[in-house]
């Protein structure tokens, strides 16, 4: 198998080691080029069917949670940048950013693969939800795509983002953000050596995440499919660690030694925020 980012062949077992769902184990491998980590095996059709029944709903919220404030004002800042058009949102999730750019006079449109998530967000007026793609129409291509938290749980991207960029017009702008968590960060370094001094346990939970990129593997993954890079952040965000602690809190030894290191790993990540961190803001030309 070769790394999904960057297309090289050459692997070597991570520190991430291996997840188990349902009986099956998934191991991450960390690409000798780029430094990424992907599963071997990729989670099948009917792994991915279950992985995001009921339950993965929870999961959403705490994804969209990551991007924050910021990676949404970013999103609205670029829209500001352009003359009101199509934006579409690929896995819009609750329509929260679609919302806030219909406000702004941008004709909306989420792509929301959970047809119930799209039936309970899709509801408003103001904005369109649709669970396939093929059903936009030519005029409905957008000025503007966003990929938020997307693009870490495709399972065939050399399949998947063909069908994906085919929804933006040639010359139009592509957004994404996302996590990197390969990426060098004090806070990772950490979590590597408490994993190491705990030794190898399989973790059971599902593989949402069957990438996990550092910053030189995304921004390889965008230019090998055509994209003109126009701007690349990284910064830094609290996940997984709590945000604040609250009272209760200080009375878990566990989520306040997390969060005191997330604290300074921010800190230091500070110093160099063209290489460290834990999350890109990416916007790239699409020139078809």
Known sequence: MICPLCTYTEWSPSWAGSISYRGKEYEY????????????????????????????????????SMSGVMGAGEVIRWLGLNRPGTFIDYGCGAGHLLREAAKRG?????VELDQRIAEKYGNG???????????????RKADVLHL???IEHLTDPDAQIPHI?????KGGILLAQGPLEANPNLFLTVMRWARLLRGRRILEMPPYHVIQATAGGQRAFFTRFG????????H????????RL????????????????????????GFRPSVLGNRYFYAGRWNG
């Not at 007026?125 to 005029?139: H, R, W, Y």
């Not at 960029?165 to 017009?169: Q, R």
């Open 125 to 139: 007026a103001e904005v369109l939800i649709v669970t396939d793609p093929a059903k936009l129409s030519g005029e």
């Open 29 to 64: 491998r960390r690409c000798l080029s780029c430094g990424s980590l992907y599963s071997y095996p990729m989670p099948d059709a009917e792994t991915l069917a279950l992985m995001y029944g009921t339950d993965y709903e929870r999961f959403l919220s705490a994804e969209e």
């Open 246 to 269: 609250a009272m209760g809190d200080l009375l878990n030894p566990r989520a306040v030694a997390l969060f005191s290191v997330r604290c300074v790993s921010q800190f230091v990540s």
């Open 148 to 150: 938020g938290d997307v």
């Open 227 to 234: 994209l003109v890079e126009l701007a690349f952040t990284i």
């Open 236 to 243: 830094e965000v609290s996940w997984p660690a709590p945000g």
């Open 106 to 110: 941008w004709r909306s449109v989420g």
């Open 165 to 169: 960029l085919s929804l933006l017009k």
